[in-house]
């Protein structure tokens, strides 16, 4: 078993900044990707960033590149998300999850992942 707890979320305005903390613990030798993905209301669970936990693949949805950061601390088994020039349409809950693929760029897709978090709220105004 995986447990993944993310944190960080928060209300604040267009073009602040956020950086989301995603702490793993248990089996995580079982997973080598960790990715992000948000959820807002209404919509389908949409992909923001996947990382390796070795070497330094990274990549990004289209609505987020440029703009947000992956990253990931392997002595403390976190991940980041830092999310920057943030717009109203980044309004979502963000979901941490770790999966195991081959290949790269593999874990944009939700099926990658076997482990979540429980997420956390991220809501900016205009």
């Known amino acids: 078993q995986v447990q993944l707890v993310e944190s960080g979320g928060g209300l604040v305005q267009a073009g602040a900044s956020l950086r989301l903390s995603c702490a793993a613990s248990g089996r995580t030798f079982s997973s080598n990707i960790m990715g992000w993905f948000r959820q807002a209301p209404g919509k389908e669970r949409e992909f923001v960033a996947t990382i390796r936990w070795s070497g330094s693949y990274t990549y990004y949805g289209d609505s987020v590149k440029g703009r947000f950061t992956i990253s990931r601390d392997n002595t403390r088994n976190t991940v980041a998300l830092q999310m920057n020039s943030l717009k109203p349409e980044d309004t979502a809950v963000y979901y941490c999850?770790?999966?195991?693929?081959?290949?790269?760029?593999?874990?944009?897709?939700?099926?990658?992942?076997?482990?979540w978090g429980q997420g956390t709220q991220v809501t900016v105004s205009s």
């Open positions: 999850a770790a999966g195991d693929c081959g290949g790269w760029p593999c874990g944009t897709r939700s099926q990658a992942y076997k482990y």
